[in-house]
């Protein structure tokens, strides 16, 4: 593989124990003509170099937002209205439209859940690849060229010498998606946002690109923000999970833990409704209810509709994160001025 150290950016020694992403108390609002939606609210999470961390909820917790917020593809008129996001120390988050491109081209990489929004039509895969190499880099027509064919070679495209010069619809979805994978990786990025990349697929497909996200990252040291509905998909990948809900996050920490000990509520509905393979049971455990819309997200805990352990503080307050065993959960239950014998 070619020596690529020279395009990514140099890391300060001062600066090597913060995390390479930091997001603090990131709100995320959508006016309307009824007034302004706050899709996520007050949320705030870190990722480290090397490390995987994956995001998890239902359709509509905010955690594709939030991923678009980290890369500046926020769609008007959603907007950030509170908050800061860092790389490496440096705010992104109020930078202009073309300062943040070139950190989003060279600094940032984006898988997202259907690789036919991701890739043009029109275009060769090579052109799509080198021409965002040479766009970032100093590599003139040959070298950006042989370097896509190294890179489609990488994620598992074979015969990429002769392939490189077709088009996005002579490729399977699994071999599309190996495409944007390279695309993501082209510049050596030190943060990658993967927003559902397993969700168009089969389920061999999955576990093939899964695999493949786990050693390109292992093997490139980026960093990872895995956004998915799908626990499966972040058992197998992540190192820590952050859990969604209702557009805040409602536990967070390693993923065994999350997994194999869920604290929140919801977090352990979740783990409920996964079939364990060797495990023989009748019934699933379900949650009952739907998750709020935005124009109707309860006072207090939003889950309190749906909590089969809510009691009166649950209706009338919303819990902050808290520290719960190796992870942090937003609920009241873990509070230590909650006394036995006040569930409802």
Not at 58 to 76: D, H, M, N, R, Y
Request: proline content about 6%.
């Amino acid at each position: 593989m070619s020596d690529l150290s020279a395009l990514s950016p140099q890391t300060n020694p001062a600066q090597s124990n913060q995390p390479l992403l930091q997001v603090d108390h990131l709100r995320i609002e959508i006016p309307n003509r009824r007034g302004t939606l706050v899709a996520v609210d007050d949320v705030s999470f870190h990722i480290n170099e090397g490390e995987v961390l994956g995001v998890v909820g239902e359709s509509g917790a905010g955690k594709s937002l939030t991923g678009a917020a980290v890369i500046g593809l926020l769609e008007p008129p959603c907007h950030i209205a509170g908050g800061q996001i860092q790389l490496d120390g440096r705010r992104i988050d109020n930078l202009s439209y073309e300062k943040m491109r070139r950190i989003r081209g060279r600094e940032i990489g984006m898988v997202f859940q259907d690789p036919l929004t991701s890739l043009n039509p029109l275009y060769t895969i090579g052109r799509q690849l080198t021409e965002t190499i040479l766009t970032h880099t100093d590599l003139n027509e040959k070298g950006a060229r042989a370097r896509a064919i190294e890179l489609l070679e990488e994620v598992g495209i074979p015969a990429a010498a002769q392939r490189i010069d077709q088009y996005p619809h002579q490729f399977s979805g699994g071999m599309r998606q190996r495409v944007v994978i390279a695309l993501a990786l082209c510049i050596n990025p030190r943060l990658i946002i993967a927003d559902e990349p397993t969700t168009a697929l089969d389920v061999s497909i999955q576990a093939q690109i899964i695999a493949l996200l786990k050693r390109l990252c292992r093997e490139h040291g980026a960093a990872v923000m895995l956004v998915t509905h799908d626990m499966g998909v972040i058992a197998e990948t992540a190192d820590r999970v952050a859990v969604m809900y209702a557009g805040r996050i409602v536990e967070i920490g390693p993923v065994d833990d999350v997994v194999l000990r869920a604290q929140h509520p919801y977090t352990a509905g979740l783990m409920g409704s996964i079939p364990l393979v060797g495990h023989d049971v009748e019934d699933l455990a379900q949650i009952d209810g739907a998750m709020p819309r935005l124009n109707a997200i309860p006072r207090g805990c939003a889950f309190n509709p749906r909590c089969p352990r809510a009691f009166d503080r649950c209706r009338q307050e919303r819990p902050d994160l808290q520290p719960v065993g190796a992870t942090q959960a937003a609920c009241w239950l873990f509070d230590k001025g909650v006394r036995s014998g006040t569930d409802g």
